[in-house]
């Protein structure tokens, strides 16, 4: 089972951005389709992006598409998401998510393996 630990969250200004990084351990990474999701207070947690074994197959929710650019570093063992153009209601917890099983999925279940989560708060 790999181990996921994300870093990068923190307070920005609205249009600001910020690079989450999920740091993956313990398996193979390239192995593992990865994802990003958010939780809101109160809200339940929402897909983010995906990204696939080899770099493709990536896929956005509407509220973030052409504002975050998800990406992966199978030698470094790495996935980031960049984000730009932020705005309150993207104020979450962001959490990585890895899953050896789906390559087409933006459910939180199909994903085995989450980290801590790392918070993100835009201000206004």
């Known amino acids: 089972q790999v181990q996921l630990v994300e870093s990068g969250g923190g307070l920005v200004q609205v249009g600001g951005s910020l690079r989450l990084s999920c740091a993956a351990s313990?398996?193979?990474?390239?192995?593992?389709?990865m994802g990003w999701f958010r939780q809101a207070p109160g809200k339940e947690r929402e897909f983010v992006s995906r990204?696939?074994?080899?770099?493709?197959?990536?896929d956005y929710a509407d509220s973030v598409k052409g504002r975050f650019t998800i990406s992966r570093d199978n030698a470094k063992n790495m996935v980031y998401l960049q984000m730009n153009s932020l705005k309150p209601e993207d104020t979450a917890i962001y959490y990585c998510?890895?899953?050896?099983?789906?390559?087409?999925?933006?459910?939180?279940?199909?994903?085995?393996?989450w980290g801590q989560g790392t918070q993100v708060t835009v201000s206004s």
């Open positions: 998510a890895a899953s050896s099983r789906f390559s087409i999925t933006t459910t939180a279940a199909d994903f085995g393996s």
């Open positions: 313990g398996g193979t990474f390239s192995t593992y389709v």
């Open positions: 990204i696939n074994r080899s770099g493709g197959g990536i």
